[in-house]
């Protein structure tokens, strides 16, 4: 069935409410995981840093090839189905972290753990940003992505202190609790369903570059890209430089406070960029960033954590949801999912293999000089968001092919 628009303008919803749930139960997992795989790879089985990269880096890794495949099949297999699917999936494999005792088989469950991830991810992404009104829709997803802000903030908070009190086993029960809680969620959304066209159907075995990426998503996709790779040194290896500087218990501050300074940031960030265009939001985010990097270079002590979370979050915070609103808002209806997708994969693709490359590239670089050329790589971007995007989008996002409201009639449940 497909969905039909209305004069509505109401962005919140019992639906809506419930897949932010299910978002923050995804994202709490991740984030409770990312931030201390690498740390736990290090201290229960003696990995170097090119393996703790890669044993953070699977997840996300897995996260991306799921994502490839869900773009495609998401309104075949059904949204919902694939959400409460791939949260089965996500319950089961949170829950076997506590029996792995091999570092090979850890990483392939991180990769397997990711694919369940990435599909009910996508999934829930694509449906909940259609719950939103078109003309909302930035700031829609504002709201929607504050859940994956709190989780910012409780996931590596509870990861320190289960790291402080001396065990991972804690950690690993608390991923497998969020994961049930978002499972509970799933099985009792609505989501708007988009009947496949005959098309569709027709090319449904078919698999094509244009099926897995949406090409008018690339120019802000490929900014994700470079910033996720920023963000992923932060996330897989900043407990490590806090714990090997005597400072480990800072980085449960940091999280908190970049949690607290993003969620104040998306609910302003959304309206701007809807109003004044999405130059507005991404070259100041690039700018403060970079700014933030810089100060995260410096060895971890409580004013220098403080510091940096907060520009992180005004800088890194602003780019998710607004890169999503711009991803989506540049697709029509029936390729809002491939484009959900292509944002996606692209920004995982950062944060998933950065840890490998950072890692690699530690030994010679230090954590120091490794903070230091992401804030270079920032400054690049900045360069590179005019020559793909700004330039094109010098007033306000277009909001072209998609209904006035889609959230008024969902479908009913598949």
Do not use: C
């Amino acid at each position: 069935m497909q969905t039909k628009g209305s004069a509505s303008t109401r962005i919140w919803s019992r639906d809506f409410i419930l897949a932010i749930v299910i978002n923050f139960a995804l994202a709490a997992v991740f984030y409770l995981l990312m931030t201390t795989m690498a740390l736990y790879a290090i201290q229960r089985f003696m990995a170097n840093d090119s393996l703790a990269g890669l044993t953070a880096g699977a997840y996300v890794i897995g996260a991306i090839v799921s994502r490839l495949l869900t773009s495609k099949y998401l309104d075949l297999v059904g949204r919902r189905r694939t959400v409460i699917l791939g949260l089965a999936a996500f319950v089961v494999l949170s829950g076997l972290y506590l029996v792995v005792t091999d570092l090979t088989v850890l990483i392939g469950l991180r990769f397997v753990h990711g694919l369940a991830f990435g599909a009910a991810s996508t999934a829930i992404v694509a449906s909940a940003i259609m719950l939103v009104p078109r003309a909302k829709r930035a700031e829609g997803s504002g709201y929607f992505s504050i859940s994956a802000t709190v989780a910012a903030g409780i996931g590596p908070l509870i990861g320190t202190l289960v790291i402080g009190a001396g065990g991972y086993e804690g950690i690993f029960w608390a991923g497998t609790v969020a994961s049930i809680l978002g499972l509970a969620a799933a099985l009792f959304i609505r989501l708007p369903e988009r009947e496949p066209s005959e098309e569709e159907l027709r090319t449904r075995w078919r698999i094509r570059a244009s099926d897995l990426l949406e090409v008018r998503a690339m120019p802000i996709s490929i900014i994700m890209l470079l910033g996720g790779l920023g963000w992923s040194g932060v996330l897989a290896f900043y407990l490590n430089y806090a714990d090997a500087t005597g400072s480990a218990g800072e980085v449960g501050a940091f999280f908190t406070i970049y949690a607290v300074i993003v969620f104040v940031v998306r609910l302003v960030a959304g309206r701007i960029q809807d109003r004044f265009g999405d130059n507005a939001v991404f070259y100041p985010a690039l700018a403060v960033f970079a700014v933030g990097l810089v100060i995260i270079a410096i060895p971890p002590t409580l004013p220098v954590a403080i510091v940096g979370a907060v520009l992180s979050a005004i800088g890194f915070g602003s780019l998710m949801p607004g890169g999503q609103a711009a991803a989506i808002s540049a697709a029509t209806p029936e390729r809002v999912g491939v484009a959900t997708s292509t944002f996606f994969i692209m920004a995982d693709a950062g944060i998933g293999f950065g840890p490998v490359i950072l890692g690699a590239l530690l030994p010679v670089t230090g954590y120091d000089g490794m903070y230091l050329g992401l804030a270079a790589l920032m400054v690049l971007t900045i360069g590179v968001y005019t020559l793909t995007h700004g330039r094109k989008r010098q007033g306000v996002t277009p909001r072209r092919g998609f209904p006035q409201d889609v959230s008024a009639s969902p479908s009913s449940p598949r």
